[in-house]
Nanobody
Framework: VQLQASGGGLVQVGGSLRLSCTASGSINELNGIWFRQVAGKQREFVAGITAGGSTNYEDALKGRFTISRDNAKNTVYLQMNNLKVEDTAVYLC?????????????WGKGTQVTVSS
């Protein structure tokens, strides 16, 4: 399975973006996670969604970010509202879990989000 992240771009403070992570195959059984990374810093967990649809978020992002999935489209989304300059990062999607009997861990190339003041 290959993942394609998209939806990043340049937005002003207070704006919104919706990121998409689209898989080349079914991800129904798998968990979807968004991370973000700033150059020179550690990768940071943003949000996750289980195969069953349960979600969790980095505490500081609750209320502004929403993760969702559309299994029919093999896609995990990240809706980001009220963006702040500190949200500027490369956003990476990860899909992982057990497929059949095998553990899998797929990563997409990131999509750049830049928030300007």
């Amino acid at each position: 399975v290959q993942l394609q992240a998209s939806g990043g771009g340049l937005v002003q403070v207070g704006g919104s973006l919706r990121l998409s992570c689209t898989a080349s195959g079914s991800i129904n059984e798998l968990n979807g996670i968004w991370f973000r990374q700033v150059a020179g810093k550690q990768r940071e967990f943003v949000a996750g969604i289980t195969a069953g649809g349960s979600t969790n978020y980095e505490d500081a992002l609750k209320g502004r970010f929403t993760i969702s999935r559309d299994n029919a489209k093999n896609t995990v989304y990240l809706q980001m509202n009220n963006l702040k300059v500190e949200d500027t990062a490369v956003y990476l999607c990860n899909v992982a879990g057990i497929s059949g009997r095998n553990p899998v861990d797929y990563w997409g190339k990131g999509t750049q989000v830049t928030v300007s003041s």
